[in-house]
């Protein structure tokens, strides 16, 4: 098994981080959700910010990832700011 490295394309509540983390899935890329309140939940902590996720994905796939990413973020972003 080769070494991969992990980089952080996107951070943000569930619900958009789902939405990224699926249509990356429908072009064949796992993405990684890393959730810090989930994991300080299961551990018996509490967290001062709910819902807020990380999602990694492999460098070997940034190319092919980007355009998903990059569409999703414009999309987030006329949803916050419409005309």
Do not use: W
């Amino acid at each position: 098994m080769s070494d991969t490295n992990y980089i952080k394309v996107f951070s943000g509540t569930f619900i958009y981080a789902q939405m990224i983390v699926n249509r990356l899935e429908t072009v064949g890329i796992n993405a990684i959700v890393k959730d810090e309140s989930e994991s300080a939940r299961l551990a018996g902590f509490g967290s001062p910010i709910q819902g807020f996720q990380d999602i990694y994905i492999s460098e070997e796939e940034l190319i092919k990832a980007a355009p998903i990413i990059e569409r999703a973020k414009s999309e987030l972003e006329a949803k916050k700011n419409p005309e």
